[in-house]
């Protein structure tokens, strides 16, 4: 993906921002099996030593028959929230149910615009 992003990184799984690990304050509380807010986002574009909006552009969540992962979701909010900590600004739940993918957008905060491919 990444020559589609240039001059942006493109990393799956990147759970840092810097030296400190990745976590969103709150999101332990959407499913009682989270023990920490820590987070490990399936694919991130961004500038790897950046912070904020200019530097953050796409956080990507992907799941198999699930429609809507309720934790997916609020990472998904709070990561593209443009008052957060790291204000991406687009977020996208991909959802690849038998052969199908159904898209969910989010950009400010909140859900925007759902597409079937």
Known sequence: MEPLF???NVDCEYDRAGMVKKYLQGIAQCDEQRETD???????????RGEGRDHNLLVVEMKKDDPEDACDRMKLELFTAPDG???HQFGLYINIDRGNFVCTWYR???RQLQCRA
């Open 6 to 8: 240039v001059p942006w």
């Open 38 to 48: 820590d987070i490990v986002p399936d694919i991130i574009v961004h500038v790897r």
């Open 85 to 87: 900590h790291y204000s």
């Open 108 to 110: 400010d905060g909140r």
